[in-house]
């Protein structure tokens, strides 16, 4: 051995590389898990990781946000608590290798973090109080405690230690006087003669790890019963049977194709949107909405059991979202039941600009502080815009806005559809900006003509002779009059379109396609009831949705 290892550099190996960065990581844990009890007696969504998260999103550029939707999907929000979490624990292991040298500056750290996390949560929108700055600043205050107090029980540089008894063959074989004076050193420390109590920080580790444990598992419980009263009144409601039913669908609307999604969307398997890192549960018995604005003669607030007094409307209808890319999977549709909210409004005095109205934007806001605007205009000119209740026979799924949301057919779901709705405000588009305008998507967009081609997948491999190419296409509110398929650069022929359920719903298609072997590119297109076919050239998703033609590219054997 060339150099010579002393007792005091052992230590501080010792106390940077392994238990400074441990002290770092349990102190983090600690925080975490009493922010998450705190939350519990506050709101789930205050907990630091939630507020983090979501203040991220708020300023999440939107084409970084465009990117995460399309290569996380409803992923995004796991992807990006794990990236917070990844970074809080090369926070805590830095703090813990600051805290072995400077216990004060290290246990600032912590403060400094917590200090961030309340900030956060108090600074988002749907924050109405500073009792959300609570569950940060005491994980932060418990994180710092500890790291100070476990800090102070790490081996220390330069106390001499006294040599105590012979060391093993083992330990002083090949490792020359000097190293066999170390682990002499250290032996020696295991009776904590040089303050370091290694028996002592192992047990003060343990059982700081098991009482965050502990506590962790106490706030998620609490946590989760919070959750049950809105569980349980969900579970109560009886919707009752609309007003005005739905026609039937079109036997022949649902095509028996295999590998074409099904027309209605079961609720497990609609598309999710959202910027909710925790779904609001709400508790039915409790919601309110409450509508007011400009030109509301008679502002009011209803309950839950107010709509479900009122006559009820079922209806088809197609969400989209803005996000989607050509081909992308961000549609759904659904028999929806709900209150006609152009009704609703006209009982209050609402008129629609066209009739003098002094509104022309609904701005609709959700627990969770989003704001969502739409055309007075749309909402009131015959088409069946609704307070929705229920999606395919059930109370709303949590996920898809329990216990109302908007829909407007026609409109894509940032400029329509507000899940866990609370109030509407009658304004205009001068006078307000809601959350996605302020991020630069466009203040009004109707859904572009949209078609795609669901089978065959892209790089399949069919065998030659009749393949069936088929899919769906969309133009809610216009409807859906054509529908082209293209293989290579050859001509465009006409593909046969199922049934139109109603012009608010996609329509299905197929081609029955004379395939020859080699590798071929199959396009489609669609045109609307207006005549419009959809142009070819590619749009980004922003400002106002993603257009031009979906195409495939496929291996025939
Ligand atoms: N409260 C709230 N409502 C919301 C959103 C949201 O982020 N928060 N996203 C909107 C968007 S962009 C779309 S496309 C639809 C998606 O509805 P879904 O998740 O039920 O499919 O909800 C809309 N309503
Ligand atoms: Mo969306």
């Not at 710092?144 to 790490?154: D, E, N, P, S």
């Not at 649902?254 to 890192?277: C, E, K, M, S």
């Amino acid at each position: 051995m060339s150099e010579k290892l002393t007792t005091s550099r052992r230590r501080k190996v010792l106390r940077l590389a392994g238990l400074g960065p441990l002290s770092g990581l349990l102190a983090g844990y600690a925080a975490l898990t009493v922010a998450e009890l705190v939350s519990a007696g506050v709101r789930p969504e205050a907990s630091p990781v939630i507020a983090v998260g979501g203040a991220t999103i708020d300023r999440t550029p939107a084409p970084v946000k465009d990117w995460a939707i399309r290569h996380f999907g409803t992923d995004d929000k796991l992807v990006l608590q794990l990236g917070i979490l990844a970074v809080l624990t090369l926070l805590a292991l830095a703090l813990g290798i600051v805290a072995a040298r400077h216990r004060r500056t290290g246990a600032a750290g912590v403060l400094l973090f917590g200090l961030v996390g309340a900030l956060a949560a108090t600074g988002r929108p749907d924050s109405t109080s500073a009792t959300d700055a609570l569950p940060s600043v005491a994980g932060a205050v418990a994180g710092a405690a500890l790291l100070h107090w476990l800090a102070g029980r790490l081996p220390q540089c330069g106390r001499p230690a006294t040599p105590r008894g012979p060391a093993r063959e083992s330990e002083a074989m090949d490792t020359g006087p000097a190293a066999r004076i170390d682990a002499l050193a250290d032996r020696g420390g295991e009776d904590g003669r040089d303050g370091w109590d290694r028996r002592g920080f192992v047990i003060a580790a343990t059982a700081a790890a098991a009482a965050s444990t502990g506590v962790g598992a106490l706030g998620r419980s609490l946590n989760a019963a919070r959750g049950r009263s809105a569980i349980a009144s969900r579970n109560r409601i009886v919707l009752p049977t609309p007003a005005s039913a739905a026609a039937p669908i079109p036997e022949r609307a649902a095509l028996r194709v295999a590998g074409i999604g099904r027309f209605i969307t079961p609720n497990h398997d609609f598309y999710r949107v959202d910027t909710a890192l925790v779904v609001p549960r709400i508790d039915a018995t409790s919601w309110s909405l409450r509508i007011h604005g400009r030109g509301v003669t008679r502002g009011m607030t209803l309950s839950y059991q107010d709509l479900l007094r009122m006559p009820l409307i079922e209806r088809d209808i197609t969400l989209t979202c803005v996000s989607n890319e050509v081909g992308g999977p961000y549609a759904g549709n659904a028999r929806w039941l709900g209150v006609r909210l152009a009704d609703l409004l006209a009982q209050r005095g609402v008129k629609p600009p066209s009739k003098g109205g002094p509104a022309d934007q609904l701005v609709a806001r959700s627990v969770d502080g989003m704001t969502i605007g739409t055309p007075v205009e749309d909402v009131m000119d015959g088409r069946d815009a609704m307070l929705a209740l229920g999606m395919n026979g059930q109370p709303l799924p949590f996920e898809h806005g329990f216990p109302v949301r908007m829909v407007v057919p026609g409109l894509y779901g940032f400029v329509s559809a507000c899940k866990w709705i609370k109030e509407i405000e009658l304004t205009t588009f001068d006078d307000y900006d809601p959350y996605w305008v302020k991020r630069n998507w466009a203040r009004k967009a109707p859904i572009k003509t949209e078609s795609r081609i669901d089978t065959p997948k892209p790089f399949a491999r069919p065998k030659a002779g009749t393949v069936m190419i088929a899919g769906v296409a969309w133009a809610q509110h216009r409807g859906i009059d054509k529908v082209e398929i293209r293989v290579d650069d050859g001509p465009w022929h006409e593909a046969e379109l199922a049934a139109e359920d109603t012009r608010d719903t996609w329509r299905q298609w197929s081609f029955p396609w004379q395939a020859l072997p080699g590798s071929h590119t199959l396009t489609v297109r669609a045109t609307d009831r207006t005549g419009e076919t959809q142009p070819e050239r590619r749009t980004r998703t922003i400002p106002d949705g993603a257009s031009g033609w979906h195409s495939v590219v496929i291996n025939v054997d």
